[in-house]
């Protein structure tokens, strides 16, 4: 767990909300009324009484973001950078009994991530809430309006999808795939709500509330942010807060035909699926002609008992021994705080590197620690990767720098970008994730990064060669989002990315550079941390990350069609898989997991250790 993800649950204790009381649904006073002299109008049988809203959005008001007034009786339980909007029926009047109003607001051009919904109902007469992302522009009206979901184009004006749903009776998480959802700049612009009246006559300003979180953070971070918002949910609901498979069930989407189609992810432009993508339907059932049968399965002898580590990283073995390396960061923490909005590492200098030894061998039989290194050398390590020498490639995010290290005298050989100074260009990194070297041709490519989006290629003496971007589908995912890991796939002249964010895999030529095909899946959940290459079996091994939906674990992928061989994980889970590696003999699977602070390995069950 990061400082991120601890400061997140400190404020919570501090707010109270991981008290044992019992939460209640929010009532009348939770909404404050509305006291503005307003002429009333009839708009398509509901009398709306309401002022003209400043940006042409009626209902809506902005939370902590300090753009808006926010409302002076509703008390903040919100973390310093989550911002809240609210849609609000201002002063809505339902003429009749069961009838449907809508109000929404036009997010902004910057990309933030839905990490909360708190419906504020404001009386009894309101039974339901359902919140829509609206997939044409433009969708919102300068005032609210009469809506009814069974008639085409009075909730959106275009195609539409249901991203959440409340009733009285039981508070629903609507996303169809459990992912948090990203909205604004390039993807869902308009938002929607819509509320049911069972009863008509009775004035209404009941409110919905987004919670968003915008900047330099990660999907991850936004599901540990949705975790802390699932409070809210309405106790009268049997199901348990993490337990939201049967609700999923009951979700309706008003047009089925973006469940094959449409990611929410993904731009509303982009719902065609490209010819060259590898992509199955979530509840694929797999078949293969793939010969080994043996499922992998945790090897429980190794490590030693005696390996104590910090967050671990990277993990690769020997080309020769198999014996295994090792990079972790010590007592070191990778925390919120430790970068400036120019990703520069604070205090650097001052604070020193690392004072233990980060880099380890740990040998293949009993898994004991052999070498030791790295101390007072590394300030906050990453990747690694150990070349068909046996050399060493290490990445350091505080530094932005990518070092060779001697796999034999663990001295530094090498060192590409510059101490401390993220750049764009071809002499710097900024955040630099992973490595990978072509046996072929000695080249060597590096994943950059965290704040780049980039492939950069370089020769064996560290000359710039080329520059390799994501295959462009359009506005949705042209760019990578956090290449996070690299895989050399020799016998097709293939560097595959690990494109974490965008939950994909894509694969170009080693030569070129040009884009030769992608794996994504459903069943990824979303995020892709790491990729290994087992030259023995000629698959892809991945791992995931952090999803409600999707457990996180382990992908035998094939290599040419991209289908899904296996899913594997350790008895007890992975916590945060970051990296994974192959032995040499293609018997054993390591995999680096940040959280657990240790390395698994797993291997075929009819393999004799």
């Not at 993508?277 to 979530?282: A, D, K, L, V, Y």
């Not at 295959?471 to 560097?495: C, D, Q, T, W, Y």
């Amino acid at each position: 767990m990061n400082i991120f993800h601890l400061y997140v649950v400190v404020v919570a204790l501090l707010l109270g909300l991981f008290s044992v009381t019992t939460n209640t649904l929010p009532t009348s006073k939770d909404v404050p009324s509305i006291d503005k002299d307003t002429a009333g109008e009839i708009k398509q049988g509901i009398l709306i009484e309401s002022d003209e809203i400043e940006d042409g959005m009626n209902g809506v008001a902005e939370g902590k973001d300090g753009t808006d007034e926010e409302d002076e009786n509703t008390e903040s339980v919100d973390p310093p950078f989550v911002h809240t909007k609210i849609i609000r029926m201002d002063k809505v009047i339902p003429e009749e009994n069961d009838m449907y109003a809508c109000a929404g607001v036009s997010l902004s051009t910057e990309q933030s991530w839905i990490v909360g919904y708190v419906p504020l109902p404001q009386n009894e007469s309101v039974d339901a809430m359902t919140v829509y992302g609206c997939l044409e522009e433009p969708s919102v009206s300068n005032t609210a309006w009469s809506c009814n979901p069974h008639i085409e184009k009075t909730v959106c004006s275009g195609q539409s999808s249901i991203i959440y749903s409340w009733r009285r009776s039981c508070d629903m998480i609507g996303e169809r795939k459990q992912k948090v959802l990203i909205v604004g700049g390039a993807y869902i612009r308009d938002i929607v709500l819509m509320v049911h009246y069972k009863d008509g006559d009775i004035q209404d300003s009941s409110a919905l509330e987004l919670k968003l979180l915008s900047g330099e953070y990660t999907e991850t971070d936004a599901h540990y942010l949705s975790r802390y918002y699932s409070q809210f949910v309405d106790p009268l609901c049997d199901e348990k807060l993490n337990d939201l498979g049967r609700l999923l069930e009951t979700i309706q989407w008003q047009d089925e035909s973006y469940d094959a189609t449409y990611d929410y992810d993904e731009s509303s432009q982009q719902l065609n699926l490209q010819d060259n993508r590898i992509g199955t339907s979530f509840d694929e059932t797999y078949s293969s002609s793939w010969g080994y049968d043996p499922e992998l399965v945790q090897d429980l002898t190794w490590p030693a008992p005696n390996v104590n580590l910090g967050q671990v990283t990277g993990v690769d073995a020997k080309p020769d021994t198999g014996d295994v390396f090792v990079f972790h960061r010590g007592e070191r923490t990778w925390q919120l705080s430790d970068f400036d909005e120019n990703n520069i590492f604070i205090n650097g200098k001052e604070r020193g590197p690392i004072e233990a030894d980060v880099l380890l061998l740990l040998s293949k039989r009993g898994g004991y620690i052999k070498e030791k290194a790295g101390a007072d050398r590394f300030y906050m390590p990453h990747g690694l990767t150990c070349d068909y020498n046996g050399d060493l490639w290490l990445t350091d995010v505080a530094l932005h720098q990518v070092f060779k290290v001697s796999g034999k005298t663990f001295k530094i050989e090498m060192t590409l970008g510059e101490a401390f100074v993220p750049g764009e260009d071809h002499h710097h990194f900024c955040k630099p994730t992973d490595v990978a070297v072509d046996k072929a041709t000695g080249n060597v490519f590096v994943a950059d990064g965290y704040c780049n989006k980039r492939v950069l290629k370089f020769s064996s003496n560290g000359t710039f060669l080329q520059e390799i971007k994501a295959h462009n589908k359009g506005l949705a995912k042209s760019n990578f989002k956090i290449p996070h890991s690299l895989a050399i796939v020799e016998s097709r002249r293939m560097i595959c990315v690990a494109d974490r964010e965008n939950g994909r895999i894509q694969c170009f030529n080693t030569i070129t550079g040009d884009f030769i095909h992608e794996i994504e899946k459903r069943e990824f959940g979303g995020q892709v941390f790491a990729i290994a290459y087992d030259r023995v079996l000629d698959v892809m091994y991945a791992v995931n990350g952090l999803s409600e939906r999707i457990p996180t674990q382990g992908y035998t992928l094939d290599i040419q069609t991209g289908e899904i061989l296996e899913t594997w994980a350790p008895p007890q889970g992975f916590q945060m898989p970051h990296d994974i590696a192959v032995g040499p003999d293609g018997n054993y699977v390591y995999v680096a997991d940040v959280i657990n602070e240790g390395v698994f390995r797993f291997l075929r069950e009819d393999n004799n250790m």
